[in-house]
């Protein structure tokens, strides 16, 4: 019978060369399962972190998969201001010890990329005790980073061009979820006065509307007044000026935990949480006063505008969002009837003002009909 292959016929041994080809091929092997295993990993992490375009929770969702896959001691996401994301940290193999990394301080505001920039894989040694391996990789279009620190026995266990791919997916979907909340933002704005539509309003209004501890919520429906006059005169684009304008008004003098919102046409709407209609008749009285102060000017034609703002006010939960915007359109349409130019405030029961000593300009108060509240400032 012929010899075995790669055998020698007189010692029974296979040859150096046969060995070689052998160890290659069990290297190989176990490179290519390696490689099909991060492959796995990668198609089934993409699809987990595609699941949300809530960039935190992309971040959560990638910090469990991954400490699956590779069980690291600490990961830092430090994510670009345009995501509106804190930076976040995740120390599951470690507890908050800073001597996993004495060069970066371990507190939450100063993990901010500008930490990060210019740094890749590092080694971080006690005397000459290796502690851990840093990998850092910097996410594509200005994203920001992510800082992965693993114990030396886990750096073995994945490659680098896993890290890459790693990188890349999870760039990805951050900008799906930045796109995503952009689109989200224009559904969701005005396009002329970049106040919210109102439908958002709307939705927000009935979701609000529901929490005690928002009340008493107030209303306020806004109209400009004779804008349409306004429109025939000076045109269309001077007309959008003026909306604009007083939209910059409305954001400019309200606080941060109003909604603001272009209701339809001329007509604004302001929601007011944890407000009385003693204060709300006050934000009135300013934002009215800001419109009547601004000078618009057109083909050297200088014009000023008026507006009529309708007050309605809840002091419980139990009535509807619709139901305090039909109470504050009644205002409106009072104050409309009533000279333009005023505020009122539509009330359950009849409550007569009090006359007080007037600041620079003259004050009038005045009971229109038993459900409504009126006071005009000439």
């Not at 009135?284 to 083909?299: K, P, Y």
Request: charged share 25%; proline share 5%; with cysteine.
């Amino acid at each position: 019978m012929g010899a075995k292959p790669y055998e020698s016929s007189a010692t029974g041994q296979k040859p150096e060369k046969a060995r070689d080809m052998e160890q290659w091929d069990v290297l190989d092997i176990a490179d290519l399962k390696q490689q099909l295993n991060e492959a796995v990993f990668l198609g089934r992490f993409m699809g987990a972190i595609s699941t949300t375009f809530d960039p935190s929770d992309i971040c959560s969702i990638a910090s469990r998969w991954l400490y699956d896959h590779i069980p690291y001691l600490r990961i830092i996401f430090a994510l670009s201001p345009n995501l509106l994301c804190q930076p976040l940290v995740y120390s599951p193999g470690v507890a908050r010890d800073i001597s996993i990394d004495p060069t970066i301080l371990d507190t939450m505001p100063y993990y901010t990329a500008e930490h990060f920039r210019n740094l890749s894989i590092s080694t971080i040694c006690t005397g000459d005790e290796i502690t851990c391996r840093r990998y850092t990789m910097e996410l594509s279009e200005g994203l920001g980073f992510i800082v992965l620190y693993v114990d030396p026995a886990s750096s073995g266990r994945f490659s680098e061009c896993f890290l890459a791919n790693l990188k890349d997916n999870f760039s990805h979907a951050l900008k799906n979820a930045l796109e995503h909340n952009k689109l989200k933002e224009l559904a969701m704005r005005d396009s002329l006065t970049g106040l919210f539509n109102r439908r958002v309003f709307d939705e927000m209004l009935e979701i609000e509307g529901r929490r005690q501890e928002l009340m008493p919520l107030s209303l306020l429906m806004i109209d400009l007044d004779d804008f349409k006059l306004a429109n025939d005169r000076f045109g269309h684009q001077a007309g959008d000026q003026v909306l604009a304008k007083f939209g910059k008004i409305l954001r400019d003098n309200c606080r941060g935990s109003d909604l603001v919102a272009r209701y339809g046409g001329e007509e604004f709407a302001v929601m007011l949480p944890a407000t009385t209609s003693t204060i709300a008749f006050e934000i009135a009285r300013r934002l009215r006063t800001r419109l009547a102060e601004t000078t618009f000017v057109f083909d050297g034609t200088p014009a000023r505008f008026s507006a009529s703002i309708g007050i309605a006010y809840a002091t419980d939960t139990g009535k509807p969002g619709a139901d305090l915007v039909r109470r504050a359109d009644q205002a409106l349409y009072r104050a409309k009837k009533g000279g333009k130019n005023r505020t009122c405030v539509y009330a359950a029961k009849p409550v007569e003002f009090i006359k007080t000593t007037p600041s620079r300009r003259p004050a009038c108060y005045a009971v229109l009909q038993p459900e409504f509240q009126v006071r005009t400032e000439r």
